[in-house]
């Protein structure tokens, strides 16, 4: 019972459709189709007896699959050669401002800037709509997590008349 060492199992178990790869390969100039032999276990037989007949086959083989495994971690190293060339001349591309930072970075702003106007730095700068409510959640969050925001200069009230 002879054995491929890609499988390490007996041809008796293998596929039909494995069994008729490898008889083609071993005779490429009769090429099988799955008619060609009524049963698996017959092609297996007539596999096994070409094994055991022509030694020179299995030699020729082995030549191919050294060849074949040689050339495929050829082709990995210089696969990996040219992804680590690519890699290295892309340039880290700078990361925008978000919203976020710009106005976290505002609301820490020791000059204390009412949320008005950090809500109008924001929109001009990134060009966004974003609103005193949404100023005020982003200092709320800071507070909740432990960052001591300054407090913020009243905008002075107009006098009412009366």
Same mark, same amino acid.
């Given at each position: 019972m002879k054995t491929d060492n890609k499988a390490n199992k007996p041809l008796e178990e293998w596929s039909m459709k494995d069994l008729l790869?490898?008889? &083609?390969r071993l005779v490429p100039d009769k090429p099988a189709t799955p008619k060609t032999f009524a049963t698996r276990g017959k092609l297996a037989? +007539? #596999?096994?007896?070409?094994?055991?007949?022509?030694p020179e086959i299995i030699a020729?083989?082995? $030549?191919e699959e050294e060849w074949y495994q040689a050339e495929q971690a050829k082709a990995t190293e210089q696969h990996i050669e040219q992804c680590l060339e690519v890699i290295e001349d892309v340039p880290p591309t700078p990361k925008k401002p978000t919203v976020?930072?710009? $106005?976290? +970075?505002?609301i820490l702003?020791? $000059?204390g800037f009412p949320y008005k106007v950090i809500v109008d730095m924001v929109n001009t700068e990134i060009e966004c &709509?974003?609103? #005193?409510?949404? #100023?005020s959640w982003y200092a709320n969050k800071l507070r909740k997590a432990g960052v001591d925001v300054p407090a913020r200069i009243k905008s002075a009230k107009p006098l009412s008349e009366g």
């Open positions: 790869d490898f008889y &083609n037989d +007539r #596999v096994n007896h070409i094994l055991a007949t022509s020729q083989m082995a $030549a976020r930072d710009i $106005a976290e +970075r505002l702003d020791p $000059a &709509n974003i609103t #005193v409510g949404c #100023v």
